[in-house]
Structure formats: structure tokens, C-alpha cells
């Protein structure tokens, strides 16, 4: 993905936005399947088999920064179940991140950014 958002940045107007849907890799879902030894790609979800790559929230924006974006985050989905609900309060908020399936996220071209070579 670093290589085709430096591409696209060369073809965005000035005023040009790039929208994605990335999926939460820190999703509690996934890091338990991790401690448990199931990492296991699925049909649909985070870990859709089609999904290249995975990322936070951090990653994200590391991701577009050093393709010569700025990213705005302009919300994200989040598992909705009673179970998450009691798991934000038991951690006074703490693992409130933990719910979150996927980040939308816009970012707009840096006009004279040198996009890094990295990632």
C-alpha cells in the first residue's frame, strides 16, 4: 500500500483526497486468537483472507505520512456487544481501543513532501 498511495498522491488535484477503511489489527477479537495460538484467516472481518496487510491506528498514519500525507481520522467502527461495554468499564476506559474494528480515515496530500522510501 506505501508504494500505490505514492503513486496516487502524483495523480491527486492539490485539493485531492484519498478515503480508506483500514481494519484494527489491536482488535480484542484478533490479540485473543493471538494468545491462543488461532491466528487463522476467515472468510470476512479483520482477518478477511484478502487483507495484504495488517495495521493500528498508529501504523495507519505512519503508513500515509511517509507517503507524503496528512491524515485526518474521521471515525471508526466498533464492536457493539454488551461484552465490550463491560470490558471498557471494568478498565475505566483503557481498553475502550480494543473495540474498534476498523479506522476511516481521509488524508490529503502534503504539497512539498518528500514521501520516505520506507515501509
Not at 495495521?55 to 481520522?73: K, Q, S, W
Not at 454488551?82 to 471498557?88: M, V
Request: a positive charge; hydrophobic letters at 45%.
Amino acid at each position: 500500500p506505501w508504494n500505490v498511495l505514492r503513486r496516487l498522491r502524483r495523480l491527486l488535484a492539490r485539493d485531492g483526497v484519498v478515503v480508506a477503511s483500514i481494519p484494527n489489527i489491536r482488535h480484542a477479537r484478533v490479540l485473543a486468537k493471538i494468545v491462543f495460538d488461532r491466528f487463522e484467516y476467515e472468510d470476512s472481518g479483520i482477518l478477511d483472507r484478502t487483507h495484504l496487510r495488517f495495521f493500528t491506528r498508529h501504523t495507519i498514519e505512519h503508513m500515509f505520512a511517509v507517503a507524503g500525507y496528512r491524515t485526518e481520522l474521521v471515525g471508526c467502527n466498533r464492536s457493539r456487544s454488551w461484552k465490550f461495554a463491560l470490558l471498557n468499564l471494568a478498565t475505566l476506559g483503557i481498553a475502550r481501543p480494543l473495540s474498534i474494528v476498523q479506522y476511516i480515515v481521509r488524508a490529503y496530500p502534503l504539497p512539498n513532501a518528500q514521501p520516505s522510501l520506507q515501509g
